[in-house]
């Protein structure tokens, strides 16, 4: 088997980029998903419009919640000393 030897350099690399984009993300808040999930013949699209019909919460019912931190100190069980 033959070897090709490899000139030149590697490709650059694209630059990151240095923060978020200012372009806004689209709003498919009016989507049919129900319409949807009835019209598709692509499997994994059909089964997360399924997902997301089994799982729909209501406007009135829907919280959101997000927690990254180690919670509050005073809520932490502290062992028993001796």
């Known amino acids: 088997m033959a070897t090709v030897p490899v ?3 590697a490709p650059a690399v694209p630059a990151e980029p240095s ?3 200012a372009e806004p993300l689209p709003d498919f808040g009016g989507v049919d998903v129900a319409a949807l999930a009835a019209r598709t013949g692509h ?3 059909g089964e997360v ?3 997301l019909l089994r799982t729909w919460v209501p406007a ?3 919280v959101a919640y997000y927690d990254d931190g180690p919670g509050d100190p005073d809520d932490r069980v502290v062992p028993a000393g001796p």
Request: hydrophobic fraction near 40%.
């Open 19 to 21: 923060g978020p984009s």
């Open 43 to 45: 499997p994994a699209l």
């Open 60 to 62: 009135e019912r829907a």
């Open 49 to 51: 419009a399924a997902v």
């Open 7 to 9: 000139t030149g350099t």
